[in-house]
């Protein structure tokens, strides 16, 4: 499989989407609850049209954006985060930064200001996120005392609280 076998582009986060990306290897687990959007890799399909994409076939990867988790970032859409990315094993080299890229051009569509990543340094490097255009803006000092986790029943007693990276892209002025 080459790249060009693959559709990547934004589709519904459904009742079937979310039962789709629980059913993963996610090291979270539990798929989130909502998103503002989310863009999906499928297999290309016959092109009948020249520059007409269609997918075709079982989904091989999501990534969901949704607003910050963090609850001091901007709650109005203006901000994005990918909260959550699953791409099955396999798959071309590069397809993680291409995802991400797509993501950005339906945020610039949004008129979002900025899109934010977060990677836990312990499972990877995070260099899909740079490929994609993000810069390193820092690291959480997450505890697990504090913002939405911090309620009963939400934190997850499985993945223990590590610092993350957070990555971020200005999204105005960029083409």
């Known amino acids: ?14 009742d079937a989407a979310k039962r789709w990306l629980q059913a993963t290897d996610h090291y979270l687990g539990k798929a989130p609850p909502g998103a503002l959007y989310t863009i999906v890799v499928r297999p290309q399909g016959l092109q009948l049209l020249p520059g007409v994409e269609r997918p075709d076939g079982p989904r091989l990867g999501m990534c969901v954006i949704g607003r910050p988790v963090a609850p001091k970032l901007p709650q109005d859409g203006s901000w994005g985060e990918v909260i959550r990315m699953w791409l099955a094993p396999g798959l071309p080299h590069g397809t993680a930064s291409r995802v991400l890229r797509v993501a950005a051009s339906y945020a610039r569509a949004r008129d979002m200001e900025c899109l934010i ?3 836990d340094r312990t499972r990877h490097t995070g260099c899909i996120y740079k490929k994609a255009g ?3 803006d820092g690291t959480s000092l997450y505890t697990g ?3 939405w986790g911090s309620r009963e029943g939400r934190q997850s007693a499985t993945n223990p609280a590590t610092p ?3 990555w971020r892209l200005d999204l105005q002025g960029t083409a």
């Open 1 to 14: 499989m080459t790249a060009d076998d693959l559709w990547v582009g934004r589709e519904s986060y459904t």
């Open 117 to 119: 990543a977060y990677h």
């Open 134 to 136: 993000f810069r390193k």
């Open 145 to 147: 005392q504090l913002g």
């Open 164 to 166: 993350k990276r957070r």
